[in-house]
């Protein structure tokens, strides 16, 4: 069974369309995240909860919208998509918010055109 | 916030042949530190970690790193490469209090049958 679970995997989008990304994790972990991996590989957190309580937002256009309806959800909705959100997106969980292994999920790779 | 840099943006290297990834964090307080992988067109994978005690942490596939305090450095290593380690290289930091992970720029190595 996957640990952290994303869909789609790959998504291709036209510019100005509104998506979401779905993320499920089966660990029991209280802990989700989201990451932006762009087209040097460059890894940015974007947002993290703690018990579907948002506790890192780091500088993200407010475009970008994290969900998590409970402890085991994180999904994340982007609003008029542009060229420059083309990325690969990754869902992470840990237990706990220090001192703990994060787990990624597979990732899904966002192409906007 | 903490921060990392890795040396090495490619590193090209021969079957058998040892490798050493550079990895130096920035932050004043307790750390914790990882190394993950990517492979080719896959999710991050945790190689090692170290959170307290011995400084040479042994990790999977042969890999293994050293927390120097004093230099700030979590170098990766692996005495004997294979083609099979071909990937994406990422450090990655904490602070003991918190998981908001900071990764490095990553390092790309390519191995050589």
């Known amino acids: 069974d996957t640990a952290v679970s994303q869909t789609p995997k790959y998504l291709v989008t036209q510019m100005g369309n509104d998506k979401s990304i779905k993320c499920e994790q089966n660990?029991?972990?209280?802990?989700m995240y989201w990451y932006k991996q762009d087209s040097k590989k460059f890894l940015k957190i974007m947002f993290s909860y703690n018990n579907k309580e948002l506790i890192i937002n780091e500088t993200v256009p407010n475009r970008f919208s994290p969900k998590s309806p409970d402890k085991a959800h994180l999904n994340l909705h982007i609003n008029s998509l542009e060229l420059g959100d083309s990325a690969v997106y990754f869902c992470?969980?840990?237990?706990?918010?220090?001192?703990?292994?994060?787990?990624f999920g597979e990732g899904s790779w966002l192409t906007v055109v | 916030a903490q921060s990392v840099s890795q040396h090495n943006h490619h590193v090209i290297l021969s079957e058998a042949a040892s490798l050493e990834l550079g990895c130096n964090y920035s932050?004043?307080?307790?750390?914790?530190l990882f190394w993950y992988v990517q492979y080719p067109g896959q999710h991050l994978q945790l190689l090692l970690k170290y959170f307290s005690g011995d400084p040479l942490v042994k990790g999977i596939k042969g890999f293994e790193a050293e927390f120097i305090k004093s230099k700030f450095s979590f170098n990766l290593r692996k005495p004997s490469v294979q083609w099979s380690d071909t990937a994406e290289y990422f450090c990655a930091v904490t602070s003991y209090n918190n998981n908001d992970m900071r990764f490095g720029a990553g390092t790309r190595l390519t191995v050589k049958p």
């Open positions: 932050y004043g307080g307790t750390v914790n």
């Open positions: 660990l029991g972990h209280d802990t």
């Open positions: 992470a969980s840990s237990q706990g918010v220090s001192g703990n292994t994060i787990y």
